[in-house]
């Protein structure tokens, strides 16, 4: 069973950091995509960043360029999201995805972890 357990969120200043991991279990972590997704009250999910593992490339929404940093640990299957320089705007829950490579929706989902920011 594909499991994907997202910890780290909390409050936090603008202009502060956050480091959220996301343990994953239940599936060879090569063979997949790996990722967060955010969605903020009232508005619609977007993805934040996802990390091939097999071969460390990675995927960034303009809006956490530069400021946010995919990385994993395949060792321990673990996967992470440094958030540096937060805005309010970053107030969200996160979640912890997956999905085999070469398929286009992401099919698991962790349950998810609160980041506020505050202004």
């Known amino acids: 069973e594909v499991q994907l357990q997202a910890s780290g969120g909390g409050l936090v200043q603008a202009g502060g950091s956050l480091r959220l991991s996301c343990a994953a279990s239940?599936?060879?972590?090569?063979?997949?995509?790996i990722g967060w997704f955010r969605q903020a009250p009232g508005k619609e999910r977007e993805e934040v960043s996802c990390i091939d593992p097999s071969d460390g490339s990675t995927y960034y929404g303009d809006s956490v360029k530069g400021r946010f940093t995919i990385s994993s640990e395949n060792a321990k299957k673990t996967l992470y999201l440094q958030m540096d320089n937060l805005k309010a705007e970053d107030t969200a829950v996160y979640y912890c995805?997956?999905?085999?490579?070469?398929?286009?929706?992401?099919?698991?989902w962790g349950q998810g972890t609160l980041v506020t920011v505050s202004s």
């Open positions: 239940g599936f060879r972590f090569d063979d997949y995509v």
């Open positions: 995805v997956g999905k085999q490579v070469g398929t286009r929706e992401f099919q698991y």
